[in-house]
């Protein structure tokens, strides 16, 4: 199972916005609603951000939200703050398998 | 908070065997779906095994299937993952974290590092 592509870097000053892609196919993205996100500092483990593809859990700022088209889908950081500059990685089921994507650096300029 | 914590990472020689152990509240081990995952330096999180709340299922990654085995003690309020027949490309930080139904992990534990090597 091929990890799911996400460009490796994204920017934005504060108060600015970025959207990040996370790519698949049929067999994950695009079949199946269970696509997530997840936000990593370094060194820390990695935190749920947005969970069927754009429902947020308690406690995650609505800054965060989520779509998908197709076999992609994507992330929005909007009103970026410096606390959000971290890697984010998309994840999706498979059918009894799930697959990560390759991560995506964000730098707050 | 919920809080899961995981032990039993170290080194380990290539071919070696190694239990991991992950410690969550007895409400978790008792009801939730939970699973591995792991990273290796520098990588992205990688999905190792997952296993259902009465273990009459699990299902594994294709890069660990037959050398890994997840299971629970719910006496002990632990899961373990046994790792056999380990190589370099084991080296990782090995988290566990709760699957809720809608297939999102949503609780992490800190991690344990494991690190295959002579």
């Known amino acids: 199972q091929s990890a799911l592509t996400q460009p490796p870097s994204a920017s934005g000053s504060p108060g600015q916005s970025v959207t990040i892609s996370c790519t698949g196919t049929?067999?994950?993205?695009?079949?199946?609603?269970?696509v997530s996100w997840y936000q990593q500092h370094p060194g820390k483990a990695p935190k749920l951000l947005i969970y069927e593809v754009i429902k947020r859990p308690s406690g995650v700022p609505d800054r965060f939200s989520g779509s998908k088209s197709g076999n992609t889908a994507s992330l929005t950081v909007s009103g970026l703050q410096a606390e959000d500059e971290a890697d984010y990685y998309c994840?999706?089921?498979?059918?009894?398998?799930?697959?990560f994507g390759t991560g995506t650096k964000v730098t707050v300029l | 908070e919920v809080q899961l914590v995981e032990s039993g990472g170290g080194l380990v020689q290539p071919g070696g065997s190694l239990r991991l152990s992950c410690v969550a509240p007895g409400f978790i081990i008792s009801n939730s779906w939970m699973t591995w995952v792991r990273q290796s330096p520098g990588k992205g999180p990688e999905w190792v095994a997952s296993m259902k709340p009465d273990g009459s299922l699990q299902y594994y990654g294709d890069s660990v299937r037959g050398r890994f085995t997840v299971s629970r003690d719910y006496a002990r309020l632990s899961m373990y993952l046994q790792m056999n027949s380990l190589t370099a490309e084991d080296t990782a930080v090995y988290y566990c974290?709760?699957?809720?139904?809608?297939?999102?992990?949503?609780?992490w534990g800190r991690g344990t590092l494991v690190t295959v090597s002579s």
């Open positions: 994840k999706s089921f498979a059918g009894i398998k799930f697959v």
């Open positions: 049929i067999s994950d993205v695009g079949g199946y609603n269970y």
């Open positions: 974290a709760t699957q809720d139904l809608m297939h999102a992990f949503d609780t």
